[in-house]
């Protein structure tokens, strides 16, 4: 099976190398030179994947996440020549599943541009199978209303699969395995390091907040994953 994926990038020597390498990977690729004409492709050829670049000539690409993120869940990697972890942080709150900085390899942005896809599109089969193997683990639905796949790194909620980026699967380990315990913000950092080479106190914040939007009942008054003023944060599960 093959994967389409969308490139908006104004650059033309980024876009056409970009083109060129995800073609030759067994990408159907289809590029918009602005973000008027990214939104129309986004309709037109449905992709799997969108690269977006933040800074495009029409319309902001922190704009353009946003308004693709009003209908669209479709994984968005977003790349720019901006390196400050603010930059990166506000394209990760628009909705960007992941951040690469310019100039990047080839090599690297086919990575994860497979990793993206890879978690996004898993087999209904195995995610049937996933859910059994949870089941078949002893879990009823008074234990923990989390659990992990770490085979597959799926997260389920009261048996319901829930999407989420690397990081935030990586939070959520660490929560599941060390419940009750209080994590500061540092150790969270290390903890990511080595996976996301931008993570400051501020993404961290947002990882949390979106982990919270995924698994809580209620985001803005959360029962599993609590904050310890002046500290960081703890999961509590079923206490």
Not at 140 to 169: C, G, K, Q, W
Request: glycine share 6%; net charge negative; hydrophobic share 40%.
């Amino acid at each position: 099976m093959y994967y389409k994926v969308l490139v908006v990038e104004d650059d033309n020597m980024v876009g056409e190398m970009s083109t060129m390498y995800l073609s030759e990977e067994g990408y159907s690729v289809k590029r918009a030179a602005g973000g008027k004409e990214g939104l129309e492709l986004l309709q037109e050829f449905d992709p799997d994947l969108v690269i977006l670049d933040i800074m495009l000539p029409d319309i902001s690409g922190i704009e353009l996440c946003l308004e693709i993120r009003k209908t669209s869940c479709v994984p968005i990697l977003a790349v720019s020549m901006k390196t400050e972890v603010l930059d990166r942080v506000d394209a990760l709150v628009a909705g960007a599943d992941d951040y690469l900085c310019k100039p990047f390899s080839m090599r690297e942005l086919t990575a994860r541009v497979a990793a993206l896809i890879r978690r996004a599109h898993m087999q209904p089969q195995r995610m049937e199978q996933a859910v059994h193997n949870v089941h078949a683990s002893g879990m009823s639905d008074d234990d923990e209303p989390i659990a992990l796949d770490y085979e597959r790194r799926a997260i389920y909620v009261n048996h319901a699969y829930v999407d989420t980026t690397y990081s935030e699967f990586e939070i959520m380990k660490l929560f599941v395995a060390n419940k009750e315990k209080v994590f500061s913000r540092d150790e969270l950092i290390n903890a990511l390091r080595g996976i996301d080479s931008f993570v400051n106190d501020r993404s961290i914040d947002v990882h949390i907040a979106n982990l919270r939007k995924k698994i809580e009942l209620d985001p803005k008054e959360p029962k599993l994953i609590k904050t310890v003023w002046g500290i960081g944060y703890k999961y509590i599960g079923n206490s």
